[in-house]
């Protein structure tokens, strides 16, 4: 069976990445291999906490770290679907079982609309890697993304019926601003998703107190449609 880590040093992917950011001259640490390795992570920690069977674990940490190779030529407009066409095509040679939820978790990684638990998980952990570390020129000068700037960790855990997704901060936030900003709510769609998965209460909270959002943050409808990608 095709593993993880042979994904991660293969010179084809690590070169798909680095392809992306060397195209850009703006810096490229939100798109680029270590994000997809930092996702993949993420969705580790969760799967661990779940009981997800190794081979499962193994599978959904591919489909992380393909997420955002679609970038690699054309950038971020389609990245998904392009992604999803690339990643098929890796895979297509190889042993490893559940292709389709891998194909399916790249394509939807950006709106996390489908039920695909892989896809649910990896929308997550996509989404909590907000950390000032990924923080490009860009995105230091957007309204609202620039608040991303003063977040300096998140961890997460489950804790009786309850998943608790906590943010450390330096608190310079301006909560407004950085409550208005579209991307807060597919934070919130994310976590609220996989709650709902698996019949869990959830928690969000920034420097130990509630994060308190506007109530229509969280009822997306299943089609995210309404928000940019
Ligand atoms: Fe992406
Ligand atoms: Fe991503």
């Known amino acids: 069976m095709l593993q993880y880590d042979v994904v991660m040093n293969?010179?084809?992917?690590?070169?798909?990445?680095a392809k992306y950011?060397?195209?850009?001259?703006?810096?490229?640490?939100n798109?680029?291999?270590?994000?997809?390795?930092?996702?993949?992570?993420?969705?580790?920690k969760f799967a661990r906490m779940v009981n997800m069977k190794e081979e499962r674990i193994n599978e959904l940490k591919i489909a992380a770290l393909f997420h955002d190779i679609g970038i690699a030529d054309f950038g971020k407009v389609g990245h998904n679907l392009r992604g999803a066409n690339m990643t098929r095509e890796y895979l297509s040679n190889?042993?490893?079982s559940n292709k389709e939820m891998i194909y399916d978790a790249v394509k939807n990684h950006t709106n996390g609309g489908v039920e695909n638990l892989y896809c649910k998980i990896l929308f997550f952990a996509d989404k909590i890697d907000v950390c000032k570390n990924r923080m490009t020129g860009i995105g230091a000068k957007t309204r609202g993304n620039r608040q991303f700037a003063h977040f300096e960790g998140v961890d997460f855990g489950i804790l009786n019926d309850t998943f608790i997704v906590k943010f450390k901060t330096n608190g310079k936030i301006d909560m407004n601003e950085l409550n208005s900003y579209y991307f807060v709510a597919k934070i919130f769609t994310s976590i609220k998703a996989l709650a709902d998965h698996f019949k869990l209460k959830y928690m969000v909270l920034l420097d130990?107190?509630?994060?308190?959002?506007?109530?229509?943050?969280?009822?997306?409808?299943?089609?995210?449609?309404?928000?940019?990608q």
């Open 31 to 44: 798109h680029g291999i270590g994000h997809a390795i930092t996702v993949a992570n993420t969705c580790e």
């Open 208 to 228: 130990g107190k509630d994060w308190v959002v506007r109530p229509s943050a969280v009822n997306i409808p299943k089609s995210m449609s309404l928000f940019r």
């Open 10 to 17: 293969d010179r084809w992917v690590k070169g798909m990445y």
């Open 94 to 96: 190889k042993q490893i």
């Open 21 to 29: 950011c060397a195209t850009l001259s703006v810096d490229t640490r």
